[in-house]
């Protein structure tokens, strides 16, 4: 039965669909030829005006086989396999790295990526593969690419895809599954995954043929960047990856059952096997496709150059979107300055103008907000952030700019009205803005106003600083001693609660594309995985990780992805045994801190004994807290990951914050 070869999968298909009681495949070429097949029986043979002669059904079908059979030949002696197929997409792309846990269904790609030098980095954990796709694609402006094994390999990656979903980050997860034979059949690990990820993903496919591998990836790689950026998930079945030999080994058995039901299954497989690899090396091209990028009128943008033109008290709020095209941050922020206008910045946002810039306004944004007169939401949503759009005056005129028509107007028809509502891509709009706003300057007594608030608002902060706390170190003065370290080429990773929220007003990021915290999802735990994938982007630059105790419980065993691909990052765990932001609203209005406590925990010692440096600060050393920062950043500039493990108490600082 072998020797049938493509004309028996093309002419006999349809009776092994019957005894079977399967379809062929969709758009396989079976199926083509299954559809002509049925299409020639329709109509009647030798119908005047067809040119139709007896039997010629048959030859079309013959020639169609024979044509397949030419451009889709099987190549039974190569060791190829899809995962090389994989790899040289991913390679056209630019992608440098790949994050993973390894596991049997993806072994193949992994070790084709490393051939053709692609850095294969393995973490510890599914969740921080993608996490650090997610800070890859944030930083590079190219895709991130994360590959997990099948079934409980896929589903630890939901927390991190959703939130690279919420965060608009382009992420390329690739994931292993059963063979195509036999899935819905009990196989290993085989569950339903693209129904698991349809809803977190803005493209969901599994490969069915070898030759697929390459177009789908591409689709997959272009609808990650297109339009509002976002994840993208790619099954990739066991039996696309492995080469023929091994397929075939598994799928076809040695010894075949006797009779008719034996030779009829071998047929199938035979043909089950040849569909699968038929043109599997055929050259395809590899590279990107064109992106969909939305872009403002110049209509559009005339209309808000008008608006913002006759404004006295115009403010702006730049959100993460702003910075989708890292390329273009150093043109975005000479463009900010250009226009003159004061700035709140949010997100990936954060650090665009640097360290103390006289147009960026960090503390009382309600108040300013309520106070202009024209406000530009450059990229930023109206979600609890900014109260739902509860905190713009009605009298205020509103221009929006976002890709995502969705998000652009969310609560718009409950709390506030956009005068001008431009879909299109943030940072370009904003470029536009500028050209057509040239020699426009206001009154300089508005962003001065907007300043003092500032100056006052860091005078509160000084003096609870110096306030003493009943143990421990202050963590507002260690903040304070961390903003003053902070070298220029940090990059900050924040991952936490009260640590993390007091850090966002002390310590700020020295440039564009210089901070990175979870986004809208509020997610804990991306810590290590952000840090992984920043250092590995940006090598020399010095990343610091703020975290809280008790996300640092989440990151912890990823020292050991440090230690072992020497990637020397700075762990500062502000340490208050306990979950303190959830502590705040818990106990004054419920009477109970339940769940909320944790312990002193020597993190620094458990980073010791994964191979990682641990440093300690305690009330012990206090006037140390300097040099204990700097012992760290010299043990990270020769190579090593450090723990500073920081033991601190409480203060007021963050009284009256939310934690839902």
Not at 83 to 108: D, K, Q, W, Y
Not at 324 to 337: F, G, I, N, Q, Y
Request: glycine share 10%; hydrophobic share 40%.
């Amino acid at each position: 039965m072998k020797g049938e070869g493509r004309r028996g999968l093309c002419a006999r298909r349809p009776v092994e669909a019957r005894l079977f009681r399967v379809a062929p495949e969709r758009g396989s070429d079976c199926a083509h030829a299954h559809r002509a097949g049925l299409r020639g029986a329709a109509e009647p043979s030798g119908r005047p005006g067809q040119g139709r002669a007896p039997g010629s059904r048959d030859t079309e079908l013959a020639e169609f086989c024979r044509r397949q059979r030419h451009s889709l030949e099987v190549d039974k002696a190569s060791v190829r396999h899809g995962g090389e197929n994989v790899a040289a997409v991913l390679r056209a792309h630019g992608v440098r790295f790949i994050f993973t846990l390894v596991g049997g269904h993806i072994s193949p790609l992994l070790v084709a990526c490393e051939k053709l030098g692609i850095r294969v980095v393995d973490t510890r954990h599914e969740v921080t593969a993608v996490f650090a796709a997610d800070a890859m694609a944030r930083l590079s402006g190219t895709v991130g690419v994360a590959a997990v094994t099948a079934g409980p390999g896929l589903t630890n990656t939901v927390t991190a895809v959703k939130n690279a979903q919420m965060a608009q980050s382009p992420v390329l997860l690739l994931g292993g599954a059963a063979s195509t034979l036999l899935q819905n059949r009990g196989a290993l690990q085989a569950i339903d995954q693209l129904s698991l990820f349809r809803p977190l993903c803005k493209f969901c496919a599994s490969v069915r043929r070898v030759r697929d591998i390459v177009p789908t990836l591409r689709a997959a790689m272009a609808a990650a960047q297109s339009g509002t950026p976002g994840p993208v998930f790619v099954e990739l079945p066991i039996d696309v990856l492995y080469p023929y030999f091994m397929v075939q080994k598994e799928m076809v058995p040695a010894k075949p059952r006797k009779g008719l039901v034996g030779r009829v299954v071998s047929w199938y497989l035979e043909n089950y096997l040849a569909n699968l690899f038929a043109g599997a090396w055929e050259p395809q091209p590899e590279g990107p496709l064109p992106l969909d990028i939305p872009q403002a009128s110049p209509q559009q943008v005339q209309r808000c150059v008008e608006i913002l033109s006759r404004a006295k008290r115009p403010l702006m709020v730049l959100g993460s979107q702003a910075l989708l095209t890292p390329k273009s941050a150093d043109k975005l922020r000479a463009a900010v300055e250009t226009l003159g206008v004061p700035c709140f910045l949010g997100g990936m946002a954060r650090g665009l103008l640097g360290r103390n810039h006289s147009l960026h306004i960090r503390e009382n944004r309600s108040a300013a907000l309520k106070k202009a007169d024209v406000i530009v939401l450059a990229g930023t949503v109206c979600d609890f952030r900014l109260s739902y759009g509860r905190v713009l005056s009605h009298s205020s005129k509103i221009i929006i700019v976002n890709r995502n028509r969705e998000d652009m107007l969310l609560n718009s028809d409950v709390f506030w009205k956009p005068q001008e509502a431009v879909q299109g891509d943030v940072g370009s709009f904003v470029l536009k803005l500028v050209e057509g706003l040239q020699g426009q300057t206001w009154a300089p007594d508005w962003v001065e106003e907007l300043r003092e608030a500032d100056r006052q608002k860091e005078q509160t902060f000084r003096e609870k600083a110096a306030m003493p706390v009943a143990q421990h170190l202050n963590p507002v003065r260690v903040l304070q001693l961390v903003e003053e370290t902070l070298p220029d080429n940090s990059i900050l990773v924040v991952d936490g609660g009260d640590f993390v929220g007091t850090a966002a007003h002390l310590v700020q990021p020295r440039g564009p594309l210089r901070w990175l915290d979870p986004g809208a999802f509020g997610t804990l735990g991306v810590g290590a995985g952000f840090a992984l994938g920043a250092k590995l982007c940006r090598p020399d630059a010095e990343v610091w990780c703020l975290f809280g105790d008790g996300a640092f419980g989440y990151s912890l065993i990823e020292f050991d992805t440090f230690v072992r691909h020497k990637i020397p990052v700075m762990a500062l765990v502000g340490n208050d045994a306990g979950w303190t932001q959830i502590s705040r609203e818990q106990v004054p209005s419920l009477g109970s801190n339940v769940a909320c406590s944790l312990a002193y925990t020597e993190y620094h010692k458990a980073a010791m004994g994964l191979g990682a440096r641990g440093l300690l600060l305690s009330r012990e050393n206090e006037d140390q807290v300097v040099k204990v920062l700097h012992d760290a950043q010299q043990q990270c500039r020769d190579g090593h990951p450090v723990v500073v493990n920081i033991l601190i108490g409480r203060t007021d600082f963050r009284d009256g914050s939310i934690a839902v």
